[in-house]
């Protein structure tokens, strides 16, 4: 994620994700150039059209930019809400985490350092696969060893996140079971794992349920129709002016819905998803602060 002053316009003007855009859109901006200059060509200098041979259509696109302009902040909106929950979401994990390492810290004796060290490695282990699960998978190298066997222990596990949970329980469990805990703090500690579930859960509904097909369908289709058409509506008015002013409207509208496809998955590794790996080792920090 980029961190950034929100209050200088010239770095943020002339920030090298800027170039980024630029590069990601260059064959489509390359098309445009070409096909915008082929035919200012043909109809300005082949046959020498001018405004009294050929009407331009510079209100037809107005009307039609209004609409495009509604399908596009639905995008955007769409979008930003899901980084936005996303967000919340991991800021919720950072709480839930910290509550359940405080709780654990005035539950368990101070001389039992195996015990505080084992959750010490085990909750930001949660976390890390988390993390991880919701990108490509997760590596057993991130994950601290809390236990004689516990990368076997895991390792042909589909959700790492949900096995290291239920290593958890067990062991508060077994913690009940032998006294160390009461019955009113096994509830409490219990609802704080089930945050966790719950909080890996909601992000997975927003990695793997993408903005439905045919609202993206249909927003390519009107900004490729909108964008192939300017140099017809714009030729003979602006002459070969027309060029510039169709790729500055491709670019604007492209990188609106660039964005877009970006941020609606918050949890990669992009220049906008959120800094989770960050949280992550803050995570680690807090807990270890606290239990040991």
């Not at 988390?130 to 589909?158: C, M, N, T, W, Y």
């Not at 290593?167 to 508060?172: G, P, R, W």
């Not at 079971?177 to 409490?188: A, E, N």
Request: aromatic residues 14%; contains cysteine; proline residues 4%.
């Amino acid at each position: 994620m980029v961190q950034y002053n929100p209050k200088t316009w010239l770095s943020i003007i002339f920030h090298s994700y800027s170039r980024f855009v630029v590069k990601t859109m260059m064959p489509a901006l390359i098309f445009m150039g070409v096909f915008t200059t082929i035919v200012c060509v043909v109809m300005l200098d082949v046959f020498g059209f001018n405004k009294t041979h050929f009407q331009n259509t510079t209100a037809l696109h107005s009307l039609l930019g209004i609409v495009l302009g509604l399908f596009l902040v639905f995008r955007t909106n769409s979008a930003y809400d899901r980084w936005w929950e996303g967000r919340k979401l991991w800021g919720g994990m950072v709480n839930s985490t910290r509550n359940y390492a405080l709780k654990l810290s005035a539950y368990l004796p101070k001389g039992d350092l195996e015990t505080r060290k084992w959750f010490a490695q085990m909750i930001p282990n949660f976390v890390v696969a988390s993390k991880e699960h919701l990108r490509q998978g997760v590596q057993l190298s991130e994950l601290e060893a809390a236990e004689p066997g516990f990368p076997d222990s895991i390792k042909e596990i589909a959700h790492k996140p949900n096995r290291i949970a239920g290593m958890m329980y067990d062991k508060v469990n077994s913690l009940y079971v032998s006294g160390k805990l009461t019955g009113d703090q096994f509830r409490v500690l219990d609802k704080e794992m089930k945050d966790f579930i719950d909080i890996i859960g909601a992000c997975e509904r927003i990695k793997n349920t993408p903005i439905p097909y045919s609202y993206a369908m249909f927003i390519k289709k009107f900004i490729f129709i909108y964008i192939i058409t300017l140099p017809f509506g714009f030729v003979t008015s602006f002459e070969y002016i027309t060029i510039p002013t169709t790729l500055l409207i491709t670019f604007v509208l492209l990188s609106v819905e660039l964005i877009a496809e970006e941020i609606e998955d918050p949890f990669g590794r992009d220049i906008n998803d959120l800094p989770t790996d960050q949280l992550a080792g803050r995570i680690k920090e807090n807990i270890r602060e606290i239990l040991l």
